[in-house]
């Protein structure tokens, strides 16, 4: 079993930045692919961003490309999203995720294990 917790959001105003991390306990993270999603108000939880086990390659929604940086630090057990340049539309709950059956994957489903989100504002 992975348990994974993430960092307290916030609110931050638009153009502002915000760093969420994403802490494992009960196993080590190296052998895990993991991903950032995120629910807004009234849709579905979606894909942000992935990161392979090694920290070798990465993939963003397009939304969030070229604003938002995943990184692990495998040494630590954790995983970071870097947000810059926010806009009221990143405004959702967050959600770091794990999976080791996939060598990478955006997809939801294949994701086996979750923390408990963190909300992020953003205000005009």
């Known amino acids: 079993q992975v348990q994974l917790v993430e960092s307290a959001g916030g609110l931050v105003q638009a153009g502002g930045s915000l760093r969420l991390s994403c802490a494992a306990s009960?196993?080590?993270?190296?052998?895990?692919?993991m991903g950032w999603f995120r629910r807004a108000p009234g849709k579905e939880r979606e894909f942000v961003a992935v990161i392979n086990s090694i920290g070798s390659n990465t993939y963003y929604a397009g939304s969030v490309k070229g604003r938002f940086t995943i990184s692990r630090d495998n040494a630590k057990n954790t995983v970071y999203l870097q947000m810059n340049s926010l806009k009221p539309e990143d405004t959702a709950v967050y959600y770091c995720?794990?999976?080791?059956?996939?060598?990478?994957?955006?997809?939801?489903?294949?994701?086996?294990?979750w923390g408990q989100g963190t909300q992020v504002t953003v205000s005009s």
């Open positions: 009960g196993r080590t993270l190296s052998s895990y692919s």
């Open positions: 995720a794990a999976q080791n059956r996939v060598r990478f994957t955006t997809i939801r489903a294949d994701y086996d294990y």
